[in-house]
């Protein structure tokens, strides 16, 4: 009888497993949400990257090449500056967008930021003789430099993204979910040069404008020129007329406009005039042409701003008899 009771109190109990599968069962992974990976950019993220940095990098590229072909060539050292700005730049974008690896981005990024800061070196300070003014262009290159740190920097640090399992947690994040703290960084210090940038292009300005005071003349390569009282070249703009100046807004930063009622000084000859601005200002003029000085010239006795073809027509120096030097 006894026995019988006891395997009736036992004949409903489950069957006990042995001690080594339950311990099996116990460290087996519980599933997807165990088995996230580190964050990271995805494939597809990263190929999107490299793009928009190549991209961007090519684009800036372009703005400063039209800038040297359109009148900075003609600023010394400033100039031949700008043409390896343009190659370099050129040749980064090829390399990110054919290779991708992490030295050419964290390069294309270095390159990007140090063009962003010598563009604000020269509006602060100068560089090498050469005060930058606030132009569209500029602030195109500049807005463009930035964005082109941002992608090729956060490229450089991310690390790549496991292969996640379908219907993972992890499969749904977005490309900012994924970043590592580094991302971050890169996210971060784009948007403070943003700032800066913006601070730095508010403040700038053009170069004030020239007044006229006593004009005078000068021998500069064989051709006798107008000055200014400070002995730099002026210009003529042609699609000005007698009466009118059609230089305005930032092709004014690079021209600034001599203004006020001009006096002959030793060798001028010609006729001496004025004419209202658009903003109401007085423009000197020389038989009948407005007259203007060139941000290119950094002092006295270059004529770099001669016979270039810049903010919408042709530039010629001014000579002592008024007629226009071939």
Request: charge should be positive.
């Amino acid at each position: 009888m006894g026995t019988d009771s006891v395997r009736a109190g036992t004949a409903g109990a489950p069957p006990r497993r042995p001690a080594r599968e339950h311990k099996r069962q116990v460290n087996r992974p519980l599933g997807p949400i165990a088995t996230r990976s580190p964050r990271g950019l995805s494939r597809s993220h990263r190929l999107g990257l490299r793009v928009a940095g190549a991209g961007l990098l090519a684009a800036t590229a372009a703005i400063h090449l039209d800038l040297y072909l359109t009148g900075y060539r003609t600023i010394p050292t400033i100039g031949w500056l700008f043409l390896v700005q343009v190659i370099t730049a050129f040749l980064l974008a090829a390399a990110v967008l054919a290779l991708g690896s992490k030295i050419v981005a964290a390069a294309g990024a270095g390159f990007a930021m140090a063009t962003l800061g010598g563009y604000l070196l020269s509006v602060w300070a100068g560089l090498l003789g050469f005060t930058e003014v606030r132009t569209t262009a500029g602030i195109s290159a500049g807005i463009a430099e930035v964005a082109c740190f941002a992608a090729l920097a956060v490229l450089a640090l991310a690390p790549a993204a496991h292969p996640q399992p379908p219907g993972s947690a992890a499969a749904g994040h977005g490309p900012l979910a994924r970043l590592p703290g580094a991302g971050w960084a890169a996210v971060v210090a784009s948007a403070a040069a943003l700032v800066v940038l913006g601070v730095s292009v508010a403040q700038a300005g053009g170069l004030p404008p020239a007044a006229a005071g006593s004009l005078k003349t000068a021998n500069i390569a064989g051709v006798t020129v107008l000055t200014n009282t400070k002995g730099f070249t002026l210009y003529l703009f042609a699609p000005d007329t007698a009466s009118k100046s059609n230089c305005n807004g930032s092709c004014a930063a690079y021209w600034p406009p001599v203004t006020g009622t001009p006096t002959a000084g030793p060798g001028v000859t010609g006729r001496l005039g004025t004419i209202v601005r658009s903003d109401g200002s007085t423009q000197a003029t020389y038989n009948g042409h407005p007259l203007y000085t060139y941000i290119g010239d950094t002092h006295a006795g270059q004529a770099n701003g001669d016979n270039l073809n810049l903010n919408g027509g042709l530039w010629h120096e001014v000579t002592a008899s008024g007629a226009q030097h071939p």
